[in-house]
């Protein structure tokens, strides 16, 4: 696009001119960022109908992702990256006048996602676009992202996050491929021509409008698309004008208002409740509006391929993320049925035949499920489908398990009149899959094991991966380039081939680099952390840290426990020698989640009395950085020493964050949780601190008891004391009682999360870090050796076995010119 410096400049100077009729001197740094934007968009406007003229041209298999949250971050650096202009582009601006750092930060971060589930979406749009797979992203165009997080007085506060206030220059409103969506009604049934006809009168159509956003593959000349949907009134102001007679106390005006808001609360915000479920129903009419929404657009491009409905699964492929898109089965059901006229058998041969779905979770109280009442008031054609569907499905239950009505109330779809909707999301798609092995075992084994049983060859694992352009190429270029020198640029389109950096492991040289790095990126961050929150950090201490959602299962608590002990520690033997530390946590809590809040006030308690305490300093630090998002992470993860992954064994199903840490040579403290299995597989003991309950034991003592909490409280006097700082004035508790929350959930509550019973474990694991760090050569070679098997969990690995064992997509990188 910009083979050269000069014509970028040139062009960028043009516009700038044209747009916004400045002049280089009187632009703002959102004035650059905007013309910036808008001139990849449009230069890339070509490649993208191209791309979509290519895959219907050669009928190529399309699959869309059909997903509640992508969370994409920002845009402009990754999208120079890809389209590999991003040195062209920063050594011109620079000859202009700016940084194309700061530039970049004027891109609102797009966070249409509560965490992993969301930019796990994000990371496979890039993967697919880069190997040039035909694969689209469908959601929602939320108005507001997930909250923007301030901290006022140790306690999190929730703002809304106008992220579009500014203009979005990705997207593209796309007026014309608006399609309707039907609410509420009831369901006419009459026959016609000898075959039974459903209609649904008294319903509410509204638009949905797609806006498109492009998805620049790296080095490729796809341009896929990510449609993200608005919802919009369908009342034609012409009807308001001609009933304008009725004067000033024109009713229905003020009726249109009501009802336009109502409508557009639809894609007004994203759910901030990363796991654990609201009943809300509105959140049941944003899934049904994706859906819909989704699924005509979707069999709009399909028909224009002018082939028999019987070819959907060879050309169709619809993926739901987690179960919240699961209404497209029945969906899907009600068009092939009424407005296709197709039967029953045949409809749903072709439903099951199109969707995939990936189960993101085993905790109980994550399962979604929806009051029968409220769908079929909502939803009544669709529900009647649903029903039938749980019908056919019980019936054949009992065929084959006669007598077994324990089983068939078990497995059934619409059960204590409540819909479930990963027993839909398993019956009516041909593929379900875990994103990790551990997890796709304990589905197989524990939680949908009956439907195992049933359907063993639908079952699969897909371990995660990320996006290694984003998080190694972007967020750390300097060891991206280290990389380079080292084995070449291979790895970049094939990033298995960073396993070749393991001869680097003995190497002092490049282990002096891997170091030097680092620890530029911790001064980096250092500088940072001091910007935003005033604190003096060390870029010499070992930078320990755990950034992700807040919950009781990703046990931050027991790393903020863990600090309070050091705390003590230092106290009882302040002249000890001591590695210097800097604990950095961010996290968002669900705004209704009490006891995850709680935490975080826990935290900057310990916070401020370390970070105040002249006994500390240069031996611990603790900082808590606000709103934690995809931008941010960039910028953390890159100066992380050491990743905390400390989930309960068994309770996170796989973990991005992990991998986005081992990737830039972090060395991690974690359980036998998740991905964390596999990473241990590939790198060994030696390479990584693991601790704590595995999650066979987990297990043991949920089904069969045998754990006090209360036990170990009184045995450890360590825990005694750190437990004792929650309710007990002192140094971390101000009044009486005021951890006592924190305090009940271990202790009245039995630790549900294994936090007491994991702590001398984690505590012994982390004097073990403590030593290790002392040999930073031999750290190097550690964190050599996690960089080289990180390429394993790059998406593009993970996106290619979802392309050829579930999606049967290929890629068509050679269908036309390569840019
Ligand atoms: C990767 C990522 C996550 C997921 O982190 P986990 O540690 O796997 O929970 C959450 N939020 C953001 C912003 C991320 O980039």
Known sequence: MFDNKEFFKTAFKEQLVSRLGKSMEEATAGDIYKILGNLIRENIGRE????????????????????????????????LLNLGMYDTVREGLKELGWDLETIEEQEPDAGLGNGGLGRLAACFLDSL??????????????????????????????????????????EERREDKRVPVSFWGRVEVSEKNGRTVFETVGDEKIWAVPYDVPVIGYGSPHVNTLRLWSAE???????????????????????????NRSVESISEFLYPDDSGYEGKLLRLKQQYFLCSAGL????????????????????????????????VIPELMRILIDEKGFGWDEAWSLTIRTVSYTNHTLMSEALEKWPVNMVRELLPRVYMIIEEINKRFCGMLLERFPGRQDLVSRMAIIESGQVKMAHLAVVGSYSVNGVARLHTELLKNDVMKPFYGLFPERFNNKTNGIAHRRWLMHANPELSRLVCDGIGTGWIENPERLQELERFKNDSLFREEILRIKHGNKQRLSGEIRQKQGIAVDPES????????????????????????????????????????????AAK???????????????????????????????????????????????????????????????????????????????TVGTLDGANVEMHERIGAENMFLFGLRSEEVMDYYKHGGYWAREIYERDPRVKRVLDDLIVPGPFCRHDREFEVIYQSLLDHNDEFFVLRDFADYADTHAAVERAYWDAQDWAAKSIVNIAHSGHFSSDCTVKRYASEIWKIHPVRNAFEIR
């Open 129 to 170: 676009a880069s190997l040039g797979y035909a694969g689209h992203g469908c959601g929602i165009r939320y108005k507001y992202g997930l909250f923007e997080q301030k901290i006022v007085d140790g306690h999190q506060v929730e703002l809304p996050d106008p992220w579009l206030q500014k203009g979005y220059v990705w």
């Open 542 to 585: 070992l930078f320990d840290v755990q950034v992700k959602r807040l919950h009781g299962y990703k046990r931050q608590l027991l790393n903020a426990l863990h600090i309070m002990h050091l705390y003590h520690a230092i106290k009882d033997d302040p002249t000890a020698e001591r590695l210097p530390r800097t604990f950095i946590f």
């Open 589 to 667: 809590a669900a705004p209704a989640y009490f006891l995850a809040k709680c935490i975080i006030k826990l935290i900057h308690a310990v916070m401020d009395t370390v970070n105040r305490d002249p006994q500390m300093e240069g031996r611990l630090k603790v900082v808590f950085l606000e709103n934690y998002s995809v931008s941010l992470a960039e910028k953390i993860i890159p100066a992380a020493n050491v990743s905390e992954q400390i989930s309960t064994a068994g309770k996170e199903a796989s973990g991005t964050g992990n991998m986005k840490f081992m990737m830039n040579g972090a060395l």
């Open 296 to 327: 005509r657009s979707v069999l709009r491009t399909f028909e224009k391929l002018g082939l028999p409905f019987s070819e959907l699964p060879r050309k169709v492929a619809v993926h739901i993320n987690d179960t919240h898109p699961t209404l």
């Open 233 to 259: 009134s369908a009342v034609d102001p012409a009807i308001l004008r001609s009933g304008a007679q009725s004067g000033p106390a024109n009713k229905g005006y003020y009726q249109f208002l009501d009802y």
């Open 48 to 79: 993208w109908a191209e791309t979509n003229q290519a895959y219907k041209a050669d009928r190529e298999k399309q699959m869309y992702y059909f997903s509640m949250e992508f969370l994409i971050g920002r845009l402009l650096g990754n999208n």
